[in-house]
């Protein structure tokens, strides 16, 4: 087990990123128009990087599955973007952003990455704001911020419910100018199959056209993967249903360390599953925290009257609701962390409690809200004595401006007006902190091959606070790897073109046509989503929202059955030479059974609970998560082996010097 080296740079933790910038190699504006950089991914990261790395003068080359880069997942985050502004005057800053980070991810992430995170935050509003993001904005026109959970300041900018497509827009439009100048050459429906290495440094990928079916070899000096979380090797989870982990398992396969693949982020609200059919499942903003309440009947008689449609929750008094987080966590109430969010609504329904069909549902109920906004509104307004009715109408029309389109959504798909009664909400896979291990210049253990946002495992810890996956990926590209990447894009100033006629690249594109062709001759028995279903299945009952030894174990066995089954018997109708998208989602497959595989063997050996990572073996008294620091404070970094039980843990130590490690309490 090998310590890794993150490569931090020395001195305080305030200087580190200074000092650090001032001191990288540089590559001058002339070298820049000879080197060439590939982006697989186009979200927040990947667009912000490609952006700005076509700006500062390199040539790029953008990969993305979709039809667009505006199609990014990236474009489904709700709630909101942190950043230490402090226009609240609520005592924010970078320090404290750092501190909510580093406590919110339980003591598991890397401090000096972290405090680089806090400090480039308030530069990524500015940026966006120059771009047109139409943030919220308050009364006297400066910009709003709300709160979310594990913070006690206001440091969220959004725009209304939809802060992730405004981003993106934003992002996309940077692109765009650069595509216009001829910086950036867009590779759309592209997906990448393999990262080709030349004497040992990432080179170039092999990607399919998956329009044609057509194998194409592209060559880069340098590579960043910024694809995205694999919460898809759950099957139902919030992501998008064409996100997978391709892009960054392929890397993994060619040496780059894999970090803390158990860290999953179970968000707390979700809509609930509504039938065995599902494909995906829909988030509900951490926003509506602020403003909604959390609750469910006291008495498990009301529980069952309600889930047999005998009782409706507006029928209910106060005194017979539970708002079992204000009740638990008086400090922070129902803005606690998503870890602690969903531990407690998962105990509130095994319990008894929940409300819907299934008993998986609690409610957030927003009707104290609507009352207490009207009732602002009406003051504001000039109005003496206003009724009940002009109090709620009044009210009504605030949260419709703060988060309308997400109660449309809700309304849409639910069939229930949330304006008139409680939303039904439970924990479902989210955000994925895992990912490929890089060191303080987001560099994998493969020279010249780069992560950036969730693609790798940096910031976040063992839990990712909300708003902080817009911050890290628009921090990434637009502000950290620009910089980064030019130290080691310094030595290639004379290296040339790459050539894609090499023995390497040759090597690669038969490994991949090789596997298309396995994959192609399965008997044909079960469909590739059969087999994914039944991986999800086994990963949300024994590797979800808590875990224990015995099953985890069970998991590994399980799932390397279901992955020999897999390749001999999934069935992919038509041809590889071709459009083809059966082909597409078992490609896909055939990494999460692997990486499923991985996940379980971290979680196992992980003994401790810390964050999204909770093993039934290790809580305190109060059913809350109980960190071993003695023995597990390092970040688990797999080396690939081949089959992932034969994967190689290294381990990178976390040192804390600038804040204290102390048990994580909400109350």
Aim: aromatic share 10%; proline share 3%.
């Amino acid at each position: 087990m090998s310590i890794l080296d993150s490569k931090i740079p020395k001195g305080s933790l305030a200087d580190k990123w200074t000092n650090h910038k001032n001191t990288v190699d540089l590559v001058n504006p002339a070298n820049k128009r000879n080197i060439d950089v590939i982006v697989v991914g186009t979200g927040l990261a990947g667009g912000s990087a490609a952006a700005t790395l076509a700006e500062l003068g390199y040539n790029v080359k953008t990969f993305c599955y979709q039809d667009s880069p505006r199609r990014a997942h990236s474009i489904a985050a709700q709630g909101g973007i942190n950043a230490a502004k402090n226009y609240q005057g609520d005592g924010d800053s970078s320090y404290r952003l750092f501190y909510d980070t580093v406590k919110g991810g339980d003591y598991r992430s890397r401090e000096a990455n972290v405090y680089r995170l806090a400090e480039v935050s308030a530069n990524i509003i500015d940026q966006c704001v120059a771009q047109g993001v139409p943030f919220a904005r308050e009364y006297g026109g400066l910009l709003d911020n709300r709160s979310f959970g594990g913070v006690l300041v206001s440091r969220t900018f959004y725009a209304k419910g939809q802060t992730g497509q405004q981003l993106l827009l934003g992002a996309y439009s940077a692109m765009n100018r650069q595509i216009n100048r001829g910086k950036i050459q867009a590779f759309n429906r592209h997906e990448m199959l393999d990262l080709v290495k030349v004497d040992g440094k990432a080179r170039g990928i092999i990607a399919r056209d998956l329009v044609t079916g057509k194998i194409e070899r592209h060559s880069a000096h340098a590579v960043v993967i910024a694809s995205g979380g694999y919460g898809n090797v759950f099957f139902l989870s919030t992501n998008a249903m064409g996100s997978n982990v391709m892009a960054a398992w392929r890397a993994h396969r060619r040496g780059a360390y894999f970090a803390n693949p158990c860290f999953t982020q179970i968000h707390p609200t979700c809509i609930p599953v509504s039938g065995d059919h599902q494909s995906k499942l829909t988030l509900m903003s951490e926003s509506l925290r602020n403003d909604g309440r959390i609750w469910v009947p006291k008495k498990k008689e009301d529980a069952e009257a309600i889930r047999e449609g005998k009782l409706k929750p507006t029928q209910l008094s106060e005194e017979d609701r539970d708002y079992y987080l204000e009740r638990r966590y008086p400090a922070f109430g129902n803005l606690v962390p998503r870890d602690v969010a969903s531990r407690a609504a998962k105990e509130r329904c095994d319990a008894g409690f929940g409300v819907n069909k299934t008993g998986e549902a609690v409610y957030l109920d927003f009707a104290s809200a609507i009352k207490r906004y009207g009732k602002e509104k009406a003051l504001t307004s000039g109005m003496k004595n206003p009724s009940e009715a002009e109090i709620i109408k009044l009210g009504e029309e605030v949260v419709e401006n703060k988060y309308g389109n997400l109660f449309q959504m809700y309304e849409k798909i639910v069939d229930e007006n949330p304006y008139k009664t409680p939303m039904m909400i439970y924990p479902a896979v989210h955000y994925t902190m895992g990912g490929l291990w890089v060191d303080y210049n987001l560099q994998t253990t493969i020279p010249g091959c780069y992560a950036a946002g969730e693609a790798n495992f940096s910031d976040h810890g063992a839990n990712r606070l909300g708003a902080s996956a817009l911050m890290q990926g628009l921090a990434d590209g637009y502000f950290v790897l620009p910089y980064t990447i030019g130290d080691y894009l310094a030595d290639d100033i004379r290296t040339g073109k790459i050539p894609t006629d090499s023995p390497e690249f040759e090597a690669a594109e038969k490994e991949v046509t090789d596997r298309i062709e396995k994959l192609m001759g399965g008997s044909g028995q079960h469909s590739v989503d059969y087999y994914h279903k039944k991986l999800g299945k086994i990963m949300w009952n024994k590797c979800g929202m808590s875990r224990n030894a015995k099953e985890l174990q069970e998991a590994i066995d399980e799932i390397a059955v279901l992955r020999e089954d897999f390749w001999k018997n999934v069935k992919i109708p038509g041809s590889a030479a071709t459009k083809n998208q059966e082909l597409e989602k078992a490609g896909r497959v055939a990494d999460f059974l692997e990486l499923g595989e991985l996940f379980a063997k971290d979680a196992l050996h992980r003994n401790e609970s810390c964050g999204g990572h909770f093993r039934e073996e290790y809580q305190t008294s109060e059913g809350e998560a109980l960190r071993d620091d003695e023995n597990f404070k390092f970040v688990s970094a797999w080396e690939y082996k081949g089959a992932p039980k034969d994967a190689v843990l290294h381990k990178e130590d976390l040192v804390y010097e600038n804040i204290e490690l102390k048990t994580r309490s909400y109350k």
